[in-house]
């Protein structure tokens, strides 16, 4: 025991914060050592000894808030929510940014938001409260807060693994408060489930991104040694999906604009990239990266305007999918019958998702294969951020500490 109190343990409600363990034991009267604050402790080689009781919360918080669509976000104290019984409540240190909190601000999808709200679905942090039914979860767990912040888990799509398309769906910075604040309620059923000696900022991205593009590379069916052509491959979503799509042994045409993002997305791995700048022909430039000259087995559309969706048909070789993730508002996307039918292009959509997706996603990540690109700027600076994005300046993803 001397030589455990001479050590420093990590708390579990604060991400960074280590103290000697002295600190915090006390002997009882039957010479056993005991926690006196009730926070969870984990020594340093990652062995938890002991749980209980979240600390004492403040009352209010800092969070983004929009008031109304178009924005601009105001940066305010907020009360501090409490959990449901079935709920987890979040102390969230990092939140990835992404181009769906964009949407939300603007108002632009075909889906009302709650007014006011706080955006954000990509929070990683430490859960400090639990409801009275929450059995799976502890206080200091690791915890991600995602897009699908809930669902009813008994309709046919719950049952099914398919939550996403629940009719009841919570979507967190959405429908329901999300991560561009210090405190965020969830599910506990939906939480993401993070490994404690994962760096929070680091994981943020995945919790959205990460998972988005893993599971609509699952969809396109394409297997190890075949190759896909990625649509936005420099922005967010696209460092991501390079990542994932080398990791699974996939073959990387990267697809979008500037020398900084042919660099970055080479970085990452790109066999090919295409510049749809300079291009003379997009189409044509696709199909010649294939030794055949056929096109790649598999599209993946990140794009955020709708022009990319009226040439994937054309540079698709046959058989191949083509796999919409990108939402660009008001966008439809176009494919001839008569070449869609003789080549047997595979057409979907790929929307976020489910546990186990998440749990597969996060997996990749612990296990050192995806090393995602990002920078990190104070959660007070979302509204910069936001105004670069729609200039499209953003190379890799932002994600926001909520302490500054």
Known sequence: MASLLSRSYRIGCTASLRMPAKSFLTQSSKSAFKIQSGYRFYHPTNSLFYA???????????????????????????????????????????????????????????????????????GAGIVVARGDLVKDVEIGDHAGVKWLNGSCLSCDYCQASDESLCQDALLSGYTVDGTFQQYCIAKAAHVARIAPDTPLDAVSPILCGGITVYKGLKESGAKPGQTVAIVGAGGGLGSLAQQYA???????????????????????????????????????????????????????LLAVNEGPFKQAAAYVRPRGSIVMIGMPAGAQFQAPVFDSVVKMINIKGSYVGNRRDTAEALDFFERGLIKAPFEIRGLSQLQSIFEEMEKGKIVGRVVVDTSK
């Open 52 to 122: 209980k009781a979240a600390p004492a919360l403040p009352d209010k918080q800092w969070a983004q808030v929009c008031e109304k669509h178009g924005g601009p976000v105001t940066f305010k104290q907020v009360p501090i929510p409490k959990p449901g019984p079935d709920e987890v409540l979040v102390n969230i240190k990092f939140s990835g940014v992404c181009h769906t909190d964009l949407h939300a601000l603007h108002g632009d999808w075909p889906l009302p938001t709650k007014m006011p709200f706080i955006g954000g679905h990509e």
């Open 246 to 300: 080398k990791a699974m042994g996939l073959r990387i045409v990267a697809i979008d604009g500037g020398r900084a993002k042919e660099e970055a997305c080479k970085k990452l791995g790109a066999e090919h990239f295409i510049d749809f700048t300079t291009s003379k022909d997009v189409i044509a430039d696709v199909k010649a990266t294939a030794k055949d000259g056929l096109g790649p087995h598999a599209v993946l």
